[in-house]
């Protein structure tokens, strides 16, 4: 007949991969070979909508990709199962890691990434044996990244190469130095608290942290959590806690190992509008203690992994929950949770991932005791590591004038609407967007500050791969005098990096480094002037600083939300009418009709021309 079938295929994705145009091509092409005829289209359906391709657009990028493969497969090569993110879930993964076990390979090194793996295979170096047995000085300058690096590593294969050895957990305390690791220690108190969150970020349409879990003067509590305001509950319910116990112990500190922890409470904080005071206080105050990086700035042990897990056997804490139990639970589990059929759960799931997070609680626990122990013992021999200062300042007056001015407009904004996002009205979804403006410059110069503190912390070895910092600076000691100021040029290793002339910078204890006047990213060399207070302090490592004043703005915003709780969206005054209308997502309104251009820009300049007291939403510059 005069008719044809065509393939359409259903993807969860928003947006269409490559991949999907492959093998829905491949389907077209085989289709054609049945029906002798080539379809003329071929369709991806995904949840918002039905997106049409014409076949022969892209019918000869399968054929190259064919013509490629079978290149590929009639060329005699050889492989290797180098590691990789598909090992965490492939089948074959045993097989491919028996493999590297049996050759020794440097991946197993803790903390060796593949572009040290590919620098120091350039110098000769492929196993984990040879790597610990490098001479020192080190015989070669890395291409990329720092001595010290390498450093580090040669010294972290030694002591694996040292463990497996004599069949011992061997470890070694490095050098201390000050405000890193063992001085980074509180003191502790009765009142501490030892947290972890088990989360799915799969769960729609924001993930979730489905429990919390920590111990408290070794008691362990927990809470479940099945849908957004439950998770909204427990964030609160927790955060009060937190804060009875500090009335009765105002130097306590929340332990945790590794950065998740505070990285989900801002951004529950974040994402539900509440407890952001107290937990600013918490941040403000430096009550969370993060034990990963003290281990990592205190301790070199024979681990392959810095895991908490990995380093039970030298703490010596037995887990009543292991991982590869666990694991088929926990999978089930988020599968029921994601797909929302929550009455699939059973009891013997949430049994298994509870007993396994009350572990990480308790493991937590006992690795703070183990490094109390070990700087009890540095003590002994008569060094000196203080205690870091208590930060007891809270909160700013400023502040607080803020937050006392929007929490009523807040109040009076999301009175009855609903939390869920498609059980809004318009203009119940207006007023959300409004009341959670109200703090969102605050919120916004709260992320600068997280992330600028999250830098200053990082070592040196960890900068190389960030991109607001440059680090393992030399002074060359080229100096030119400009007016009263000098301009000091400094070499620095390959990295990457996005600092540009003019930047506001400041060096790695957050004084200020001076001026980028000149960066060349070929020559590796960067530029600094620096005033008179500041000409003989020479910064080893540099951090972008850029932060702009919001006052305006704030005040501007403020005053629309005060408008808006007296006289409501609806009303019919000209006051802030293009804002409201684009709150509520209004077509542009125009004074008289528009003329029938099929050209978009005179379209555009058209409605420009003739809009009343609305506005013209435009993507692009």
């Not at 999301?414 to 203009?427: A, C, G, H, N």
């Not at 590796?524 to 702009?548: M, R, Y």
């Amino acid at each position: 007949g005069d008719w044809s079938y065509e393939v359409i295929d259903t993807k969860l994705s928003t947006h269409t991969r490559a991949g999907t145009i492959l093998q829905i091509a491949l389907y077209s092409e085989i289709l054609e070979e049945i029906q002798g005829v080539l379809p003329e289209y071929m369709h991806v359906r995904t949840p918002e909508n039905e997106i049409n391709y014409r076949v022969n657009d892209y019918i000869s990028y399968l054929r190259l990709i064919k013509k490629r493969l079978d290149t590929a497969i009639l060329t005699p090569t050889s492989t290797y199962p180098e590691p990789c993110s598909h090992c965490d879930i492939c089948n074959w993964w045993e097989h491919c890691n028996s493999i590297r076990r049996k050759d020794d390979h440097l991946s197993f090194i803790a903390g060796m990434g593949t572009s040290q793996i590919k620098e120091v295979k350039l110098h000769g170096v492929e196993t984990l044996d040879a790597m610990s047995k490098l001479p020192l000085p080190l015989p070669f300058k890395p291409s990329k990244g720092s001595k010290e690096t390498f450093i580090k590593l040669r010294e972290q294969a030694r002591i694996q190469n040292e463990t497996r050895t004599t069949k011992k957990p061997i470890y070694e305390l490095l050098e201390r130095v000050e405000n890193t690791g063992f001085y980074n220690l509180p003191e502790p108190t009765e009142g501490d608290i030892y947290l972890d969150f088990e989360g799915d970020p799969l769960v729609e349409p924001s993930g979730l942290e489905y429990l919390f879990g920590w111990v408290f003067q070794n008691k362990y509590y927990k809470i479940w959590v099945m849908n957004m305001e439950q998770e909204k509950a427990a964030l609160e319910q927790f955060v009060d806690f937190v804060f009875e116990k500090r009335k009765e112990f105002p130097a306590l500190h929340i332990y945790h190992f590794a950065p998740y922890e505070t990285i989900a409470l801002k951004r529950m904080m974040g994402k539900y509008a509440t407890k952001e005071n107290e937990i600013d206080i918490l941040l403000r105050t430096q009550s969370f203690v993060d034990l990963h990086r003290i281990l990592k700035q205190s301790i070199r042990a024979g681990v392959e992994r810095y895991s908490l897990k990995d380093l039970e056997k030298y703490h010596d804490y037995t887990r009543e929950m292991d991982l590869r139990t666990l694991s088929k639970f926990k999978s089930n589990f988020e599968f029921l949770l994601e797909s929302k059929k929550i009455d699939a759960i059973t009891d013997e799931m949430k049994d298994a991932i509870q007993l396994y997070n009350q572990d990480d609680c308790l493991s937590t626990q006992n690795l703070h005791n183990w490094f109390e122990k070990e700087r009890e013992n540095l003590i002994n021999n008569s060094e000196i590591i203080p205690r870091p200062i208590y930060n007891s300042v809270e909160i700013s007056e400023n502040i607080n004038a803020h937050l006392e001015r929007i929490e009523p407009l807040f109040t009076a904004l999301m009175k009855d609407v609903p939390l869920m996002s498609d059980e809004r009205t318009p203009i119940e979804q207006a007023k959300y967007i409004l009341a959670n403006m109200l703090d969102w410059y605050r919120r916004e110069e709260k992320s600068f500050w997280w992330e600028y503190f999250r830098i200053k912390e990082l070592e040196p070895d960890e900068l190389l791969d960030e991109k607001t910092a440059l680090t393992y600076l030399q002074f060359t000691g080229e100096r030119e005098i400009v007016k009263k100021s000098v301009a000091d040029t400094y070499t620095f290793p390959n990295q990457e990096c996005e600092l540009r002339v003019g930047n506001q910078i400041k060096n790695e204890n957050g004084g200020s480094a001076g001026e980028i006047i000149e960066i060349d990213e070929i020559k590796n060399i960067i530029k600094l002037k620096k005033g008179p207070s500041i000409k003989d302090v020479h910064p080893e490592t540099v951090i972008k600083f850029e932060q702009f004043s919001t006052k305006d703005k704030v005040e501007t915003l403020l005053q629309f939300a005060e408008w808006i709780v007296i006289n409501g969206f609806e009303n019919t005054i000209n006051s802030y009418k293009a804002t409201r209308d684009l709150l509520l997502n209004t077509p542009p309104r125009v004074s008289i009709p528009l003329n029938n251009y099929k050209n978009i820009l005179e379209k555009s300049i058209d409605c420009a021309a003739k809009l009343d007291s609305c506005y013209l939403p435009m993507q692009g510059p």
